[in-house]
Every structure is written in C-alpha cells, then in structure tokens.
C-alpha cells in the first residue's frame, strides 16, 4: 500500500509559476512509476505527465511540455511538478499517481493523492 500527498497548489496569475509535491508513504516508492493527472471542473481527469521508477524516463502531454517538468527524488519518496508559464487553462485539481508502469490512462496507476488546487487567473 502506497499512501501520496500532494501539496503545493494555490493561486497564481498568468506567466507564474508554482511546485506542486506529491509525498509517498508506505512501501518502497522507488519501485512505482509516478504520475501527475489534473481535473478542471465539469471535464474528465486527464494527463498531465509520467515519470520512471529512476526518473530518467518522463512522458508529457502535448499540453503542457516546454512549461512543467516532473522529477523524483527517491531517497526523500517525492515526486515534484515544476509549473512554469502557468495559463488559466492549467486551472484544475491536480492529482499525482503511482503505478507499476508510465501510462497515459488513469486507469493503470494504483495509488491516487487527494488532489490539490491550482488556479490561475488571468
């Protein structure tokens, strides 16, 4: 069992930026891929970005790659997001995820944090 804590959100205005934390808990998180997913209100969850057990491998949506990087740090069991150039379409719940294997799909990671708030406003 795999328990995360995502902190870091908060309100930002257009062009900011924010570091979103995704905490892990339990057994050994450095065996898991990690993921982070967003959810704006009245759409479905959809992917942001995925990262390898080692971090070397990371996979972004066409959407936000060139202004978020994902990274871990494995000894401290975080996963990080670095939002850059932050636009109000980024508003949304942002959720990290672990899994056994870097997917695009929600459905194939294990473990989900509550969720934290960004919004940016224009």
């Known amino acids: 069992q795999v328990q995360l804590v995502e902190s870091g959100g908060g309100l930002v205005q257009a062009g900011g930026s924010l570091r979103l934390s995704c905490a892990a808990s339990?057994?050994?998180?450095?065996?898991?891929?990690g993921g982070w997913f967003r959810q704006a209100p009245g759409k479905e969850r959809e992917f942001v970005v995925a990262?390898?057990?080692?971090?070397?491998?990371?996979y972004y949506a066409d959407s936000v790659k060139g202004r978020f990087t994902i990274s871990r740090d494995n000894a401290k069991n975080t996963v990080y997001l670095q939002m850059n150039s932050l636009k109000p379409e980024d508003t949304a719940v942002y959720y990290c995820?672990?899994?056994?294997?870097?997917?695009?799909?929600?459905?194939?990671?294990?473990?989900w944090g509550q969720g934290t708030q960004v919004t940016v406003s224009s």
């Open positions: 339990g057994r050994t998180f450095s065996t898991y891929c």
């Open positions: 995820a672990a899994g056994p294997n870097m997917s695009v799909y929600a459905r194939f990671y294990q473990y």
């Open positions: 990262i390898g057990r080692s971090g070397t491998s990371t």
